[in-house]
């Protein structure tokens, strides 16, 4: 099925300790993006990819950066993760071309920070 | 810039009875919104949409309302079952192309037996 794969689903790192999750899709969606939830908070929004297009949401932390080497895949790199950075990663992806169209979401990675 | 408010951060509802949950948003920049739901550790899937050329849209046990002049979205599912608890989000429109989507901080359902 087609669907937005992310890896992995758990994943413990250090702080300060550089860490990459991943994101695949097989929709062959133009968009991407990465969302950030904290417990009992609205996902926030990163930044997304439109095709290879970056763009960064104004008060996304320069600790976060993205690659998106093709279209079916897309990183999250954190480049030095603080205690607040724990949260749950959501990687979306969206077909540029329909403007009435739902994001596709996978099934996040859930980061702690030691 | 686009706020999504869901003021009930839980509700709890008995099974068969209808469920409604509420979403207000700030800027109408382009009217089409989305709802999700989310179990614990999972992504948020795909529930319902609607767009401003529709007041109302059905699909099964769920039905949303819009109301553009008030800003304000709901929500119905009649008849509730234990397997609708779950987060549920509401998403708008962050931008003027309808590209980024602003979520509200969701609520959560509690349907009971």
């Known amino acids: 099925d087609a669907m937005v794969i992310q890896n992995p689903r758990y994943q413990v790192t250090q702080f300060g300790k550089p860490v990459t999750l991943s994101c695949s899709q097989t929709?062959?969606?133009?968009?991407m993006y990465w969302y950030q939830q904290k417990s009992s908070q609205a996902p926030k929004l990163l930044f997304h990819y439109y095709d290879k297009d970056f763009n960064n949401e104004a008060d996304t932390p320069d600790n976060f950066q993205s690659r998106r080497p093709n279209t079916s895949f897309c990183f999250l790199d954190i480049r030095s993760p603080g205690l607040g950075d724990a949260a749950m990663y959501l990687c979306?992806?969206?077909?540029?071309?329909?403007?009435?169209?739902?994001?596709?979401f996978g099934s996040g990675t859930q980061l702690s920070v030691l | 810039d686009q706020q999504v408010k869901q003021n009930s951060p839980s509700l709890s509802v008995q099974e068969g009875r209808i469920s409604i949950l509420n979403c207000d948003y700030t800027n109408s920049m382009f009217d089409y919104f989305l709802w999700y739901k989310k179990y614990p550790a999972e992504g948020p899937t795909f529930l319902i949409s609607i767009s401003s050329i529709k007041d109302k849209n059905e699909d099964g046990r769920f039905t949303v309302f819009l109301n553009k002049s008030a800003k304000h979205l709901s929500l119905h599912i009649v008849p509730s079952q234990p397997g609708d608890s779950a987060v549920y989000f509401c998403a708008a429109p962050g931008d003027n192309y309808g590209q980024n989507f602003v979520f509200g901080p969701g609520t959560r359902l509690s349907v009971l037996p």
């Open positions: 979306a992806t969206r077909a540029r071309d329909t403007r009435n169209e739902k994001l596709f």
């Open positions: 929709l062959n969606h133009n968009v």
